[in-house]
């Protein structure tokens, strides 16, 4: 059935979603490759395992974690971003800034964990709904 088949490179590259004043972002599907490998990587790091081991990882360096995995591979680019007029290019350093607000970070949540988001089937601008919803417009 075409209504479970989504598109590996949807969810890899993203999507690009309409949220509201001339601002898009591209955003990827929670548990790609991409984030899987990141979450791997960053998870077996010696810090990360010595306070695993320890019993001593607390909901921050959980936390901080899941924001670097977002802003390196969940929110993967936006267009339409300014500040006093000029383009602010996207980074994974300024995705962390604008993820560290917590309505802007749950409406990508809610965006990337959306499997209809990467349907191959799915019809141009679902994804934009989802955007205006989430966003209240």
């Known amino acids: 059935n075409g209504r479970f088949k989504t598109d ?9 979603v309409h949220v509201g004043e001339g601002f898009y972002v591209r955003i990827a599907r929670t548990g790609n490759a991409n984030a899987k490998r990141l979450g791997q990587e960053l998870s077996s790091s010696p810090e990360f395992a010595l306070a695993r081991k320890a019993g001593a990882l607390d909901e921050k360096a959980i936390d901080k974690i899941a924001m670097e ?13 300014t500040e006093n007029g000029k383009d602010i290019p996207y980074t994974p350093e300024k995705a962390k800034e604008l993820l560290a607000i917590p309505d802007f970070f749950e409406l990508v949540r809610n965006i990337a964990e959306t499997q209809e988001n990467y349907r ?10 989802l955007g205006k919803q989430s966003s209240g417009s």
């Open 8 to 16: 590996n490179e949807k969810e890899t590259q993203g999507v690009e």
């Open 69 to 81: 995995i977002y802003s390196r591979t969940i929110l993967v680019g936006w267009r339409g971003l």
């Open 120 to 129: 191959k089937d799915a019809v141009e601008g679902a994804a934009d709904a």
